[in-house]
């Protein structure tokens, strides 16, 4: 079970780091859609070339690996791309001067933005995971 845990912490952290490079690039809009589905296709592969994998288990180990990089995303991400890319503090002024007040301020405002990017990748990695066990899986 390690050797298979370790595959999905790999894909995850592969997905977190891509996660963070692409948030920091503009007009990447498909990034969280497409990258969750490869890490996940990742995940159930490097699982499946060590032993049989269930299509159950191929879908668990990469929602695992979603799991992982849309931790890193929220937690790194979100204040790197707070601190770094300015664009969310003008955003920020913005909801002000309409007199939007978002929990947090800007901060919060992006944290919960990521989340719901993490969790569509969490869905998303898990349908690579079934893909690829259906694709790579040993019978």
């Known amino acids: 079970m ?11 952290i592969i997905l977190g780091v891509l996660f963070l490079t692409a948030a920091l690039v503009q007009n990447a ?3 969280p ?4 589905f490869l890490c996940g296709a990742l995940a159930a592969y490097l699982v499946s070339r060590k032993a049989s994998v269930s299509a ?3 879908a668990k180990f990469g929602a695992a690996a979603g799991a992982i990089g849309g931790l890193i995303l929220v937690v790194i ?6 601190f770094v890319v300015r664009s969310f503090v003008d955003i920020e002024a913005q909801m ?3 007199g939007f007040n978002a ?8 944290v919960i933005y990521m989340l719901i990017y993490a969790g569509i990748g969490v869905v998303l990695a898990s349908v690579g995971g079934l893909v690829a066990t259906a694709i790579f899986g040993r019978r």
């Open 2 to 12: 390690a050797g298979k845990s370790r595959s999905a912490v790999t894909a995850g």
């Open 29 to 31: 809009w498909w990034v």
């Open 33 to 36: 859609f497409v990258l969750p």
């Open 56 to 58: 159950g288990e191929g």
């Open 77 to 82: 991400g979100a204040p790197l791309v707070y």
């Open 96 to 98: 002000r001067q309409a």
């Open 103 to 110: 929990p947090g301020g800007g901060l919060g405002f992006l």
